[in-house]
């Protein structure tokens, strides 16, 4: 990054650990981050940007799917929502996760698009324990044993679409064509 008179600059990346997983599959914050990235390429061409973002797995359906948290500046269409969930699965490389997908190991990626200051709220909830603002980071993958942020995101949804990004692939697998009517 370089310097800052004679103290290096250090630019944060990624949390160590932290995995998205269900079944093979094991996704860091770093890939998020990239998922993340490229759908927000899409919102630029309209030009919207996403404000923050976080993630965690569902396991109470069966099979379990990941679900995205976006908070998007700006009202973006309904097709440039339903392409950017797309972008968003497509955008997860890890062999374990494309693999279980295609065979329905893991269930379709769902976007959830949250109302402005939904991490706002998250923001008030953590200076409310007693964290230094400028210490705060979003949390990217909420885990289940973070029930009061898990509780805001799912409280402040304003829309909510799952990828299609697979469906023709499940059905090449299946039955050699797919005929969608």
């Known amino acids: 990054m370089g310097f800052h008179n004679t103290t290096p600059e250090l630019k944060f990346v990624c949390r160590r650990n932290l995995v998205l997983s269900i079944n093979i599959d094991k996704n860091t914050e770093k890939d998020l981050q990239l998922s993340v990235e490229e759908a927000g390429k899409l919102l630029a061409e309209e030009k919207l940007e996403i404000v923050d ?41 890890d062999p374990g996760y494309v693999g279980s997908r295609k065979v329905k190991a893991i269930g379709p990626l769902e976007l959830r698009v949250v109302w402005r200051g939904t ?46 990004a697979f469906w023709v692939n499940i059905c090449k697998l299946r039955f050699g064509n797919c005929f969608i009517i």
């Open 119 to 164: 991490f706002q709220k998250i923001l008030e909830h953590y200076l409310g324990l007693g964290t230094v603002v400028s210490q705060f980071k979003t949390p990217r993958c909420v885990g289940p044993m973070n029930s009061k942020v898990q509780q805001i995101l799912c409280n402040n949804v304003a829309k909510t679409y799952f990828s299609t």
């Open 53 to 93: 973002f976080s993630s965690l797995v569902d396991v109470s359906t069966d099979p379990g799917h990941y679900v995205i948290f976006l908070e998007i500046s700006g009202e973006p269409s309904e097709e440039v929502l339903r392409e950017c969930c797309n972008c968003l699965d497509r955008s997860f490389v």
